[in-house]
Structures are given as structure tokens and as C-alpha cells.
């Protein structure tokens, strides 16, 4: 059996016509590049799923996921647990990606420190599938769906003791690396945590493709308060420092610019990584600018302090290499 991340998966048949042969069918054609139907991820009506031809990747502007061929072959079509190399915990993750969220819509406390921090539109945390972990419950649950406690301990789901690792966090699905990421909602141990393992590529960089500009920011807050302003091109790093497939996700050949929005931090250690970013794209032939925000401000908190899409639109029109 092949490996459905491999080259040869994806050079095998054109993402159009294996979703064709699977019965997809395109609801709407502009004769170009795109076309549109139904998403086959999740009950939907409206068509919000895009193939484009020429790239063979996809987006469903719906759930949120995006990718090529191997991704999708992943997803309609889950290997045997015995088939080595497939990513076997991907349902364990699904389960508590969906956990999280069904607590997140019970959880006032949650709700009131999301819209805290600027982010209240329903259709970007339904997408971006935020979720809070309340601590407690996750262990059972999984329990009860045939999930042992060696599974969620390998996973680094729970701790030693079987407690919640992301107690008394937000959670942000990360599935274009098979990961989670948690942010405390409170004095916690750790004020951010990731599951163990990579951090892939951009986080929303699937999306993107279609844009005549990206705007590569550190955090999942600034995503969501930038995809919630307008701007969805944004994407995130995780970080101030891209790894080597972050890069290469910038580096695509075309006329794309891409724009630096890093925190301004007082120490100046954002602005700092912005200018090693945009040095390094330039040399690789990319557009790059960097976006000065207030000092002391990220995307998020800058919403969050009461700008508007028109201020950070200023932002970006006085970007500079």
C-alpha cells in the first residue's frame, strides 16, 4: 500500500479527478483555475470547498482544512491501524479536538477571556475550532471511546498521573501537523504548551493560496483577530523563528508579497526576528515588507485596544523592506 504523504501518492491522479471519482461534483466553475462545491469533510449547503487545478491543493473556507492530495486521501479514507507509517492517533486527536470545543461552548469563564482578548465573531472560532480544556473529564471520556491510558500518555495528552496536560487552557486545533496548541486562561505552570512533536508549516497557510498577499504573523490570537477584521491571509509562525518548511511555504514562485507583522516588543527581540525574516526572504527572490505596529502591541492586542481594520490597513500601507 502506498503512504499517503508520499511522491508518488501524489503524482498518482489529479486532486479533481480522485475527488470526481468519489463521487464530488462542482457546483461552480469560472472556466479558471478554481472551482467550488460542496465541502466532503462536513455537512455543509452552501459550497465553500475550492480545488485549484493548476496547484492541486484545496480549501474548505468551512471547516478550515486544506492541502493536496495526500492530506485528503488521509482524511476520506483512514488507513488500518496496522498499515505502517499512517498517523494512526489522528482519531484520537479529532475526538479531543471535538471534546474541547463542546466544553469551550459551556465554559462562561472561557467565552469571557476569548472575547478579553478581542476575538468574539462565532464564525472565526468555529473555524479555527477553539476549544478549552477544563481538566477533569478528558481521561474518562476518551476512556469510554476505547482509548487507554498508555494511548493519551504517548500523546501527551495526559500527564503521569492521568491529569489533563491542557488544563485550564484554550485550545487551537493544529491539524495541518497533527498537534494542539493551549494557552492558560489563568496562572497556570505553562502559559503556552504544544504537543510534542514539530510545528509543521504556517498555521492557515492552505487558505492563502489564492491571495496576492500573505501576512505572516507570530500567534493563533492574531490569526483569529485578523481573519475576524478582514484580513483572512494572515497566518501564523508559532513563533518568531520559521523552520525550514515555514520558508519554503513563503518562498513559492509568483508575484505574492508577503508582509512581516511581528510583535512589537519592548525589548525589540520582534522586530529584531522580522528583520532576519524579511532578509532572508528577499534573498530568496520573495516581496517582503515589514509592518510596524504601536510598540508594546501584537495584531491581536492591537484590536483588542480598539483599532479598527482601517488602522492596521495604515499599518500595512506603510510597510517597508
Known amino acids: 500500500m502506498i503512504h499517503p504523504d508520499s511522491d508518488a501518492t501524489q503524482k498518482q491522479i489529479p486532486l479533481l479527478d480522485y475527488l470526481q471519482q468519489h463521487g464530488w461534483k462542482i457546483v461552480r466553475d469560472n472556466g479558471r483555475e478554481e472551482v467550488a462545491g460542496l465541502c466532503p469533510l462536513h455537512r455543509e449547503s452552501r459550497p465553500?470547498?475550492?480545488?485549484?487545478?493548476?496547484?492541486?491543493?484545496?480549501?474548505?473556507?468551512?471547516?478550515?482544512?486544506?492541502?493536496g492530495l495526500a492530506r485528503l486521501i488521509r482524511w476520506l479514507e483512514p488507513a488500518p491501524e496496522s498499515t505502517p507509517g499512517w498517523p494512526a492517533?489522528?482519531?484520537?486527536?479529532?475526538?479531543?479536538?471535538?471534546?474541547?470545543?463542546?466544553?469551550?461552548?459551556?465554559?462562561?469563564?472561557?467565552r469571557a477571556y476569548l472575547a478579553w482578548r478581542g476575538i468574539h465573531d462565532r464564525a472565526v472560532i468555529d473555524q479555527m475550532r477553539i476549544g478549552y480544556a477544563p481538566g477533569g473529564c478528558l481521561r474518562g471520556y476518551l476512556a469510554r471511546l476505547g482509548y487507554g491510558r498508555q494511548a493519551l500518555l504517548e500523546r501527551g495528552l495526559v500527564d503521569q498521573r492521568g491529569r489533563d496536560c491542557f488544563f485550564r487552557c484554550l485550545t487551537f486545533p493544529l491539524e495541518h501537523c497533527g498537534s494542539?496548541?493551549?494557552?492558560?486562561?489563568?496562572?497556570?505552570?505553562?502559559?503556552?504548551?504544544?504537543?510534542?512533536?514539530?510545528?509543521?508549516?504556517?498555521?492557515?497557510?492552505?487558505?492563502?493560496?489564492?491571495?496576492?498577499?500573505?501576512?505572516?504573523?507570530?500567534?493563533?490570537?492574531?490569526?483569529?483577530?485578523?481573519?475576524?477584521?478582514?484580513?483572512p491571509e494572515a497566518v501564523a509562525a508559532m513563533g518568531s523563528h520559521l523552520n525550514n518548511?515555514?520558508?519554503?511555504?513563503?518562498?513559492?514562485?509568483?508575484?505574492?508579497?508577503?508582509?512581516?507583522?511581528?510583535?512589537?516588543?519592548?525589548?525589540?527581540?520582534?522586530?529584531?526576528a522580522a528583520r532576519r525574516l524579511s532578509i532572508q526572504l528577499r534573498q530568496a527572490g520573495v516581496q517582503a515588507l515589514r509592518v510596524d505596529l504601536p510598540q508594546g502591541h501584537d495584531p491581536a492586542s492591537f484590536f483588542a485596544a480598539g483599532a479598527g481594520a482601517g488602522d492596521f490597513q495604515r499599518c500595512l500601507d506603510r510597510a517597508h523592506p
Open 180 to 231: 494542539l496548541y493551549g494557552r492558560s486562561v489563568g496562572q497556570g505552570l505553562y502559559r503556552h504548551r504544544f504537543l510534542p512533536g514539530p510545528k509543521g508549516g504556517l498555521y492557515g497557510g492552505a487558505r492563502t493560496l489564492a491571495f496576492a498577499r500573505v501576512l505572516v504573523v507570530e500567534g493563533l490570537f492574531d490569526v483569529a483577530a485578523l481573519w475576524q477584521a478582514g484580513f
Open 89 to 110: 492517533d489522528e482519531p484520537l486527536l479529532e475526538q479531543t479536538y471535538d471534546f474541547y470545543q463542546r466544553q469551550f461552548a459551556h465554559s462562561d469563564g472561557a
Open 245 to 272: 518548511q515555514q520558508l519554503s511555504e513563503l518562498c513559492q514562485p509568483g508575484e505574492r508579497a508577503t508582509y512581516i507583522c511581528f510583535d512589537a516588543d519592548r525589548n525589540a527581540s520582534g522586530q529584531r
Open 48 to 67: 465553500s470547498f475550492y480545488v485549484n487545478r493548476r496547484k492541486q491543493v484545496f480549501y474548505c473556507h468551512g471547516c478550515g482544512r486544506g492541502g
